[in-house]
């Protein structure tokens, strides 16, 4: 019951804020909800499955370069097109990508996403004519709902249906994910989270679980990737690039990856935290590092384990 | 019939585990595999499994050969296994670890936005069999809070759980108190009985439940059989019961009669 009020009153500010808020903290939430619909993604892989992806930035560039090479390059405008596309991108990059590492674990499954993230950085920095290269692509304005909304402001247009745009894929990505962790399939995730062996013994088939729980993820990942270019307006291969796959992992962290809302909670003090850091002091990745530091040894089921029951995390798990 | 394993050879470099081992297992037997530590028990599980391919010989289950064909692939053709260290999923429940082996079993697994809450005939078949080790009061329990008796008892019914044909169980009552074992016997025999066990083979080490449970025992020696009988013919063999029981045998006051009634 504690759940379902807090959501409805998360639900309810949620929908008042571009309508209270200064316009500067509403598209602050813009990033929020984009990488929201990333982490649920990767979590999947994290928290369920056991798996800690260290290169998912490839598929949040995948979904940015796929909305910006269809606005700028195909005039292709409308974002219902755009986010399946970038999906779809995403599944065929994940299949052959996700069939290789999931074959290995811990830090060999990490090390072999990192590897593929940084092929792809280095495929988008070089291929200037297909991606611009280091200066990227323009995302531009996409359509909502049949609509260019030509009327709006840049801002008006971000703070307002962008922002509901976003809001409602976000639910959408969240209810579909709280349905997929408690699917017959989201309970074998977790059995190879918990005991590989084990899991096995009982005839769940390791690594094609481990794949579909990859291909969900990238999913997520390149359609909360897509949503993210809108508001920046320009995709440059810095999103495919590791230290991004770093920052998601960290958020996931920072808002415990135990708990299904935790990522959610991380994307938002992530961003909220980065804002406010940034805007007194220059070097914010000393202080997220501290950060780090003190959620990994003192509180390892990250904010949200603050606040519930944290499952215990082993420092080495077989 | 069921399971067959000719001449299985297995090496590890120069090291010999098996060293031409053959055996059968027949419709309804309860077979006990004993032997001294280093006699190759644990290695012959894992190649009756499938987990391990052997390096010379065959294993044949129903007619097929399953030479490290893997647990999965065996499971599906009706074979289920336990652990002689107790294997569970220490953040599920009970009623989860048993559900995961009915969905295994059913198949759909892949159903990625179906209702596992919703499924009721997953539920009431995990609860059957948590009924039938005594664990359905336990059904919501984290499975790492269970004491060591009832993780041992989940891991082998989430393996029951699989209604396999056969079930090869790695030192059922290790780790169990004395008090217990023939306790954790009868519930394990009754569970077979209820779920229509083709066979059971297990490695045991307490020779009461050995000599109380099985048809047959089969004992290794250096990677060989040394013998395979009944137990009332292993304890008339004093060679054997000098090399492989270590002592002479003698009967649980409480253990059941050898060659009691079972599946």
């Known amino acids: 019951m504690r759940t379902a009020t807090v959501l409805t009153l998360v639900s309810l500010a949620l929908l008042a804020i571009p309508l209270v808020a200064p316009a500067y903290y509403v598209t602050l939430m813009l990033p929020f909800m984009a990488y929201g619909v990333v982490l649920l993604g990767l979590n999947l892989?994290?928290?369920?499955?056991?798996?800690?992806?260290?290169?998912?930035?490839?598929?949040?560039?995948?979904?940015?370069?796929?909305?910006?090479?269809?606005?700028?390059?195909?005039?292709?405008?409308?974002?219902?097109?755009?986010?399946?596309?970038?999906?779809?991108?995403?599944?065929?990059?994940?299949?052959?990508?996700?069939?290789?590492?999931?074959?290995?674990?811990?830090?060999?499954?990490?090390?072999?996403?990192?590897?593929?993230?940084?092929?792809?950085?280095?495929?988008?920095?070089?291929?200037?004519?297909?991606?611009?290269?280091?200066?990227?692509?323009?995302?531009l304005r996409p359509s909502l709902l049949g609509s260019e909304w030509a009327g709006f402001s840049k801002t008006a247009y971000l703070v307002g249906p962008y922002y509901y745009f976003s809001l409602a894929v976000l639910v959408l990505a969240t209810l579909l994910m709280w349905r997929i962790v408690r699917s017959p399939f989201g309970l074998c995730l977790k059995t190879i989270r918990e005991n590989q062996v084990k899991a096995e013994s009982l005839g769940v088939s390791v690594p094609l679980y481990r794949w579909y729980a990859f291909m969900v993820s990238a999913v997520y990942a390149a359609v909360g990737g897509a949503l993210l270019a809108t508001p920046t307006g320009n995709v440059d291969p810095t999103l495919a690039y590791w230290t991004h796959s770093g920052n998601i992992v960290f958020m996931v962290l920072l808002g415990g990856f135990s708990s299904f809302f935790g990522p959610l909670l991380g994307a938002f003090v992530f961003i909220f935290l980065q804002d406010t850091v940034m805007s007194v002091f220059p070097y914010w990745r000393l202080i997220?590092?501290?950060?780090?530091?003190?959620?990994?040894?003192?509180?390892?089921?990250?904010?949200?384990?603050?606040?519930?029951?944290?499952?215990?995390?082993?420092v080495s798990r077989g | 019939m069921i399971l067959e394993a000719r001449g299985v050879r297995k090496l590890?470099?120069?090291?010999?585990?098996?060293?031409?081992?053959?055996?059968?297992i027949r419709e309804g037997e309860f077979?006990?595999?004993?032997?001294?530590?280093?006699?190759?028990?644990?290695?012959?599980?894992?190649?009756?499994?499938?987990?391990?391919?052997?390096?010379?010989?065959?294993?044949?289950f129903?007619?097929?050969?399953?030479?490290?064909?893997?647990?999965?692939?065996?499971?599906?053709?009706?074979?289920?296994?336990?652990?002689?260290?107790?294997?569970?999923?220490?953040?599920?429940?009970?009623?989860?670890?048993?559900?995961?082996?009915?969905?295994?079993?059913?198949?759909?697994?892949?159903?990625?936005?179906?209702?596992?809450?919703?499924?009721?005939?997953?539920?009431?078949?995990?609860?059957?069999?948590?009924?039938?080790?005594?664990?359905?009061?336990?059904?919501?329990?984290?499975?790492?809070?269970?004491?060591?008796?009832?993780?041992?008892?989940?891991?082998?019914?989430?393996?029951?759980?699989?209604r396999p044909e056969i079930i090869l169980l790695d030192e059922p009552t290790s780790?169990?108190?004395?008090?217990?074992?023939?306790?954790?016997?009868?519930i394990l025999v009754g569970a077979a009985k209820r779920i229509g066990l083709r066979a059971i083979i297990q490695v045991e080490h307490d020779m009461d439940i050995v000599f109380g449970y099985s048809d047959r025992i089969i004992a290794l020696h250096q990677g060989k059989v040394l013998a395979d009988a009944t137990p009332a013919q292993i304890e008339a063999d004093a060679q054997v019961m000098d090399m492989v029981v270590g002592r002479r045998h003698t009967p649980h006051p409480n253990a059941p009669h050898p060659n009691a009634p079972h599946p």
């Open chain 2, 31 to 60: 077979v006990s595999i004993i032997g001294p530590n280093g006699a190759g028990k644990s290695t012959l599980i894992n190649v009756l499994t499938g987990m391990l391919a052997p390096s010379a010989g065959s294993v044949r």
């Open chain 2, 12 to 24: 590890y470099g120069a090291y010999v585990a098996l060293d031409g081992v053959s055996l059968s």
């Open chain 1, 288 to 314: 997220f590092g501290a950060v780090l530091a003190f959620i990994v040894i003192f509180a390892p089921g990250g904010l949200m384990g603050l606040f519930a029951r944290p499952r215990p995390v082993e």
């Open chain 2, 62 to 162: 129903k007619g097929k050969d399953i030479g490290g064909i893997g647990m999965v692939a065996l499971t599906r053709l009706g074979m289920a296994r336990s652990f002689q260290l107790v294997q569970i999923f220490p953040e599920l429940t009970v009623l989860e670890s048993l559900q995961a082996a009915v969905i295994s079993r059913l198949g759909g697994g892949a159903r990625i936005f179906a209702s596992l809450a919703g499924d009721g005939r997953i539920r009431a078949d995990a609860l059957e069999v948590a009924t039938l080790f005594n664990l359905a009061d336990k059904a919501h329990v984290l499975t790492r809070e269970l004491p060591q008796g009832d993780k041992k008892l989940l891991d082998v019914a989430s393996a029951f759980a699989l």
């Open chain 2, 175 to 186: 780790g169990v108190s004395t008090a217990d074992k023939h306790a954790v016997m009868e």
């Open chain 1, 45 to 139: 892989l994290f928290g369920y499955t056991g798996l800690v992806s260290f290169g998912h930035a490839l598929f949040i560039g995948i979904g940015a370069y796929t909305g910006a090479v269809l606005t700028s390059r195909f005039g292709v405008r409308q974002m219902e097109l755009i986010l399946p596309a970038a999906a779809l991108a995403a599944a065929v990059v994940a299949a052959p990508v996700g069939a290789l590492c999931v074959r290995y674990v811990k830090i060999y499954f990490g090390m072999l996403t990192l590897a593929f993230g940084m092929v792809f950085y280095t495929f988008l920095l070089k291929f200037y004519k297909l991606t611009g290269g280091d200066e990227g692509m323009r995302m």
